[in-house]
């Protein structure tokens, strides 16, 4: 090992430290912290931004990197830790300090502006706060588009997934959206066949639904005593390094919503708490991307919990939770039934698994125009209710159900979208090949045993981090690259075969 490789190792462990310490302040900003903290803690979160770009663009930081890639004593994954470096450092030279600031106040105050806009439906209201944070978002594809000879979306996306690219995406996409309409069709007839689910009588209070969460989380492997479940305006997984924080919401009408949002950030949690501990401070000991992040989640809410299997398993611990009867609405048959109804919807994050990918079509179409400037913001309301008309057959009553339910775009998180719909595709190959790779996981879900599970994804994804990219762990996890066609089949065979609901 190199004496600069060892230096860059200490810097990045400081920027670790500070990446801590702003994803505790943004999780704060998020969830506790007083309306009137806004502006304070933009400049508070800016600063740190301002910090961490100061570290990562020092002048010694090209000639470490140089130096420590002249080496030739490095292991495997010291080499990974130092292809992370490097790339770290090309993202973060793209752009001067002063943007990078610029961008984290607007976003801060555009996230806080965005609440009260959602809440009474006033997009107008909150356009100067989202025509600042896409103009400043701009600035930033752009630079970082010339520095690393992309296009400034492509220069967005490689931000949240590494190597990925529009070319990589618009196969998969096309193929969706040319396979969505007739599919989802297919399965609002065949469900239209059947009886109608009993509905579950609630209320269903706030303190109950907390703690059936809570028992999942556990149950699911969630370390407790590293990471915790709180309430915001839009459910996420936060934090930091071994305190790993999660947020769901909830109607007391409806127990399902906050359950299944607090599963699918269960997901997003246990990659981050089986992540490598012997790395936890380098780039290479980081997720994979969001790709692989969010096929965590959705292997956990979408693939796994919405099964048959595990709704055998939890019905009757629902049942406790609620103080529910033991009568047919209570019956593992008939949970299941609401668990995998589909029906289009305006709420993305209340979608379907069938219905889901159509949300991010729309959005992505949209985003790649605001980004390449061919789409004006005062525009995206009537396009965004085109969209959501064409492929969901549905009328946006308002903004609030449309173009701002969001906090992706106020929060500046342009190239983000995509990877929800991949990470739905990369989640059905990692099922698929999981349960055939392992045997004992199908019948161990079955009996709420979630170790040969949690065990497979910790040796084939969690324990990789990003000592490969997310292209190279699917397929050495699954044998095959990115496609949509597992997603496709497990759609068909839950919702259309004879056996559905597997």
């Given at each position: 090992m190199t004496k600069a490789y060892q230096t860059l190792e200490r810097h990045f462990a400081r920027l670790s430290s500070l990446n801590d310490a702003l994803g505790i302040l943004s999780w704060d900003k998020e969830v506790i912290m007083p309306h009137g903290a806004?502006?304070?803690?933009?400049?508070?979160?800016?600063?740190?931004?301002?910090?961490?770009?100061?570290?990562?663009?020092?002048?010694?930081?090209?000639?470490?990197?140089?130096?420590?890639?002249?080496?030739?004593?490095?292991?495997?994954?010291?080499?990974?830790?130092?292809?992370e470096m490097r790339r770290s450092h090309a993202h973060a030279t793209a752009l001067p300090g002063d943007l990078v600031e610029a961008l984290t106040q607007a976003t801060t105050r555009s996230e806080m502006a965005w609440r009260e806009a959602r809440a009474q439906s006033d997009y107008a209201g909150f356009l100067p706060h989202l025509t600042e944070v896409l103009n400043l978002t701009r600035q930033t594809a752009i630079a970082k588009g010339q520095a690393l000879g992309l296009s400034p979306y492509d220069a967005l996306l490689d931000s949240?997934?590494?190597?990925?690219?529009?070319?990589?995406?618009?196969?998969?996409?096309?193929?969706?959206?040319?396979?969505?309409?007739?599919?989802?069709?297919?399965?609002?007839?065949?469900?239209?066949?059947?009886?109608?689910?009993?509905?579950?009588?609630?209320?269903?209070?706030?303190?109950?639904?907390?703690?059936?969460g809570r028992r999942l989380m556990q149950q699911l492997g969630f370390d407790?005593?590293?990471?915790?479940?709180?309430?915001?305006?839009?459910?996420?997984?936060?934090?930091?390094?071994?305190?790993?924080?999660?947020?769901?919401?909830?109607?007391?009408?409806?127990?399902?919503?906050?359950?299944?949002?607090?599963?699918?950030?269960?997901?997003?949690?246990?990659?981050?708490?089986?992540?490598?501990?012997?790395?936890?401070?380098?780039?290479?000991?980081?997720?994979?991307?969001?790709?692989?992040?969010?096929?965590?989640?959705?292997?956990?809410?979408?693939?796994?919990?919405?099964?048959?299997?595990?709704?055998?398993?939890?019905?009757p611990h629902v049942r406790e939770a609620f103080g529910a009867p033991q009568n047919p609405a209570w019956q593992a048959e008939n949970l299941h039934r609401h668990l995998i109804h589909v029906q289009p919807g305006f709420?993305?994050?209340?979608?379907?698994?069938?219905?889901?990918?159509?949300?991010?079509?729309?959005?992505?179409?949209?985003?790649?125009?605001?980004?390449?400037?061919?789409?004006?913001?005062?525009?995206?309301?009537?396009?965004?209710?085109?969209?959501i008309k064409a492929l969901l057959g549905l009328d946006v009553p308002d903004d609030r159900r449309g173009c701002l339910q969001d906090i992706h775009w106020p929060e500046g998180l342009f190239g983000y979208f995509p990877c929800y719909a991949l990470g739905a595709m990369a989640a059905a190959q990692l099922r698929t090949a999981a349960y055939e790779q392992s045997p004992d996981i199908a019948p161990a879900v079955a009996q709420g045993d979630f170790l040969p599970l949690m065990h497979w994804l910790r040796t084939n994804v969690h324990s990789r981090a990003s000592s490969a990219s997310m292209p190279e762990i699917l397929q050495t996890a699954t044998g095959s690259p990115l496609k949509a066609d597992a997603y496709l089949s497990h759609i068909r065979n839950r919702y259309l075969s004879r056996t559905a609901g597997a």
């Open positions: 806004a502006d304070r803690r933009a400049d508070t979160l800016a600063t740190l931004a301002g910090l961490r770009h100061d570290i990562l663009t020092a002048p010694a930081m090209a000639d470490l990197l140089a130096d420590a890639e002249a080496g030739t004593t490095l292991t495997a994954w010291q080499k990974a830790n130092l292809t949240f997934d590494p190597g990925t690219r529009q070319s990589d995406i618009d196969p998969i996409f096309t193929k969706l959206e040319a396979d969505l309409p007739d599919l989802i069709g297919a399965v609002l007839e065949k469900q239209a066949s059947l009886p109608p689910a009993l509905p579950l009588p609630g209320p269903f209070s706030v303190p109950q639904q907390e703690a059936l407790m005593s590293r990471g915790r479940l709180d309430v915001s305006t839009h459910p996420f997984c936060g934090g930091a390094t071994y305190d790993v924080r999660l947020t769901t919401r909830y109607v007391e009408d409806d127990f399902i919503p906050a359950m299944m949002g607090i599963l699918h950030e269960t997901g997003h949690a246990l990659y981050e708490q089986g992540l490598p501990a012997e790395w936890v401070s380098q780039p290479v000991g980081k997720a994979g991307g969001m790709t692989l992040h969010e096929s965590q989640s959705l292997m956990v809410e979408m693939q796994v919990c919405r099964s048959r299997a595990f709704v055998d398993w939890v019905t709420i993305r994050v209340d979608a379907d698994e069938v219905t889901y990918p159509a949300h991010i079509l729309v959005r992505y179409k949209l985003e790649k125009a605001m980004v390449n400037g061919d789409l004006s913001l005062a525009d995206l309301p009537g396009a965004f209710n085109e969209g």
